[in-house]
């Protein structure tokens, strides 16, 4: 069945919508989770590289309802900015009263009051996305379990994997993504839901890519060798890099001594069959290939353009996407000893035609269609409309603004990210 946005829903992808036509990286309904246990969701994620070193990560609480109490959700958006360690926060609701904004200014919350929101409303209705909404996305992998186990895993690993935008964005949650896309990538392979899987895999790929960028951000400085030295290890060691891995082992090697004397052959084999683990993995060709220059400055864009794809309205299979982003795609099928080959063409265009026509006649999103070429008279998925207004975060958004006029990122590319 083919879910279409409530009306919280709606306001929330004319919210994402607006956002990703201003050049940010925006995902809808990420799960924050403490230790096993939901504690809420966060409506609208933001990321935005402002400058080779600048990195925002902005979260939006979007409430439409007729009692919004936005006061508390200015409080309790302030609170969660504080938890997650967020640079930015802001508020959506449909309360017009200007005390409402005049409360998120003094406490530094961005408060977007009803007169915006309902322009943002009017404007998403009356323009036609190239982009299908969360709802159309989740509908075809919101099987329960017990009617379909399959699709049952693949929603639990999205949300798993959108959840690491908020507690794992560093190397830990990158190596947690590319065994995400390893599984999705076998799943575009294997299953008979090829479209559905190899849509996750961009989405995926977005969420591993915006991990890296943010990891590298302090070393944009740095000799290309420093830089390649720290994918290496970031993606062999995990976040806390060789010394966490070697602390450890030593942490063991005095427990045994002290306590089992004997095993200290085994702590031996332990460590040298590690190293021996650890030397195996082919890390060096992903740490060549986002070093390159022309790949680094632009993994914040490369993100944009997964995520775009992943919810094209006109699907593009992967042998169909721009250059840059086949190239990523291939080095991570490399790496995990997939045959890039086989993947590129596993979505059928045959097929892809075919069902092109059932999805545009009956709104439907066929899971398990592609499309072998953009539509021409659609824009570049990757690419934002040429632009007259961005939103700035530093209070300025004024219900004076028409958000309307804000069609896309401005006269940068893909993205309002620097160089």
């Known amino acids: 069945m083919n879910r279409q946005p409530d009306k919280g829903g709606r306001t929330e992808e004319a919210l994402r919508e607006y956002f990703l036509k201003a050049g940010y990286y925006a995902v809808r309904g990420i799960p924050f989770v403490y230790e096993g246990s939901d504690v809420t969701d966060v409506d609208i994620w933001l990321y935005i590289r402002p400058s080779p070193v600048g990195r925002e990560r902005i979260s939006v609480d979007a409430k439409d309802r007729g009692k919004p109490k936005a006061l508390e959700r200015v409080l309790w958006a302030k609170g969660l900015q504080a938890i997650l360690g967020l640079e930015r926060c802001i508020v959506a609701t449909t309360d017009r009263r200007p005390l409402v904004r005049k409360f998120g200014h003094e406490h530094g919350v961005l408060v977007l009051d009803g007169d915006v929101l309902s322009r943002l409303i009017a404007s998403k209705i009356a323009d036609s996305s190239d982009r299908i909404s969360e709802e159309e996305f989740v509908s075809q992998i919101d099987a329960p379990p017990h009617v379909d186990r399959l699709l049952g895993q693949w929603r639990r690993k999205m949300l798993d994997a959108k959840s690491r935008l908020l507690s794992a964005l560093d190397f830990d949650g990158c190596n947690a993504w590319l065994e995400d896309f390893e599984y999705f990538a076998h799943e575009t392979l294997t299953s008979g839901r090829r479209g559905v899987s190899c849509r996750l895999s961009y989405l995926i790929m977005s969420f591993l890519l915006v991990g890296i960028d943010y990891s590298m951000r302090t070393l944009a400085f740095e000799p290309a060798e420093v830089r390649r030295q720290a994918i290496q290890d970031g993606f062999r060691y995990g976040s806390g890099g060789r010394e966490k891995v070697e602390h450890a082992l030593k942490l063991a090697t005095s427990l045994i001594d002290t306590y089992a004397p004997d095993a200290a052959a085994l702590v031996s084999r332990m460590r040298t069959q590690l190293a021996n683990d650890a030397a195996l993995l082919r890390v060096d060709m992903l740490a060549e290939h986002f070093t390159r220059a022309e ?125």
């Open 295 to 419: 790949v680094s400055r632009e993994l914040f864009n490369y993100a944009r353009m997964f995520e775009a794809h992943a919810f094209a309205r006109v699907f593009v299979p992967p042998h169909g996407l721009e250059p840059a982003l086949q190239g990523i795609l291939g080095v991570a099928l490399d790496f995990l000893a997939i045959d890039r080959n086989t993947f590129f063409k596993a979505v059928d265009i045959a097929t892809a035609h075919r069902s092109r026509g059932r999805f545009e006649s009956r709104g439907r999103f066929e899971g398990d269609s592609s499309s072998g070429q953009s539509d021409p008279s659609q824009p570049d998925p990757g690419q934002p409309d040429s632009a007259s207004n961005q939103l700035e975060l530093s209070g300025q958004f004024t219900s004076d603004e028409n958000p309307s006029d804000s069609k896309a990122a401005g006269d940068r590319g893909p993205g309002r990210g620097s160089d």
